[in-house]
């Protein structure tokens, strides 16, 4: 019997014996929380060659779902005989009013930026933030911004008024500022992933004056496209729940990498819903590219010794696309109708800080 095998069966077993709901969960923070036994062998995925890793993910992907899946039919087991025994030995007053008890539920957002965190998580990356409030260096300068550019105007960025002889501040347009900021104080080898929140000047159907965005990065030696297509491909795999993905790259500008590109994935539309990884209409996901080496220079890595790639993705577009939302707005209008509908139940859901807690 292999390891997986073993820990699958004693996993198991311990939930089939679990006795009551707080046993459970201690069964399901064993194997399943941050330092579970499961979550310890996900955490080596990333320290594997990519043949170990294409043979060994599967397998502890499938382990991690079918324990998943034994918890909650347990759950549900164990809330039903609680409820039957209440129901043979409890009276009721039906003349008083019932208490309200509404659950709460995780914003899709939120679901979707843990789901992210979680996969590439397992790649190795750390998360990095960084604040909303922005300095001309950090926000454009520093990412090979030129004089002069679209997204140093008033029309697409939010500015505030300058300070007596200082550039104005702004309201940052991407989490890029994070990573400049990460490859200021720390040295190579580099991986995060930054997610936050990001200002545009825009509002409609599909566009929010702030919005989520999440972005990569990586910086060591030797890295090329390949690593790039091959990281962003298994993201997409992973998030979209597909076995196979075609994908994609196509040239762009971004003035951060060099040479740049946009990521596209076949889709097929059922409905009023979309499937990813099916069909013969493509659709564009996310931006990439190798990292400018005047960027590599600002924040004082030597571009001869070190490369890297990065990528950005609008989160609430992500969400729309695997949750079938088809309008933005509701995501900021505090609807606890529109929450219940598509949230998410919080407890099993991942940490962006770490694993499942």
């Not at 990519?50 to 998943?68: A, C, D, F, I």
């Not at 409820?83 to 043979?88: D, R």
């Not at 843990?114 to 933030?129: K, P």
């Not at 729309?320 to 598509?342: N, S, V």
Request: proline share 7%; hydrophobic share 40%; aromatic share 8%.
């Amino acid at each position: 019997m292999s390891e997986t095998d073993k820990i699958e069966k004693e996993a198991l077993d311990a939930i089939s014996a679990a006795g009551d709901l707080a046993a459970l969960d201690g069964v399901r923070v064993a194997e399943l929380g941050k330092k579970g036994r499961i979550s310890g062998l996900m955490k080596t995925l990333g320290g594997m060659s990519p043949e170990e890793r294409q043979e060994m993910g599967p397998k502890l992907n499938g382990l991690r779902n079918r324990v998943q899946d034994a918890v909650e039919t347990r759950k549900s087991e164990l809330e039903e005989a609680e409820l039957e025994k209440k129901l043979q030995t409890e009276r009721i007053d039906m003349t008083l009013p019932p208490l309200a008890a509404p659950e709460g539920r995780l914003h899709p957002v939120m679901q979707v930026f843990e789901e992210i965190a979680a996969i590439f998580g397992d790649m190795g990356f750390t998360v990095a933030e960084g604040p909303d409030i922005e300095d001309d260096w950090h926000n454009f300068t520093a990412l090979n911004f030129p004089e002069g550019h679209p997204a140093r105007e008033t029309h697409d960025t939010f500015f505030f008024d300058p300070q007596e002889g200082a550039a104005p501040k702004v309201l940052r347009t991407h989490t890029s500022p994070v990573q400049v900021r990460v490859m200021e104080t720390q040295k190579p080898p580099i991986r995060i992933l930054v997610p936050g929140r990001v200002y545009r000047n825009d509002w409609d159907a599909t566009h929010t004056p702030m919005f989520h965005q999440v972005e990569g990065l990586v910086i060591e030696k030797n890295i090329h496209m390949g690593h790039l297509k091959g990281c962003l491909i298994d993201f997409v795999r992973d998030f979209f729940e597909v076995d196979n993905v075609e994908a994609r790259f196509r040239p762009h500008f971004f003035p951060f990498t060099e040479p740049s590109a946009e990521m596209d994935v076949k889709y097929t539309k059922v409905g009023d819903s979309i499937e990813i990884g099916a069909g013969d209409s493509w659709m564009e996901i996310l931006g990439s590219g190798m990292v400018h080496p005047n960027v590599l220079r600002n924040c004082g890595i030597d571009p001869d010794e070190y490369q890297g790639f990065a990528f950005g993705m609008g989160v609430d577009r992500l969400a729309m696309l695997k949750y079938g939302m088809p309008d933005l707005r509701p995501y900021f209008e505090a609807d606890a109708g529109w929450t219940r509908h598509y949230g998410f139940r919080p407890w099993l859901s991942p940490s962006v800080s770490g694993g499942l807690s």
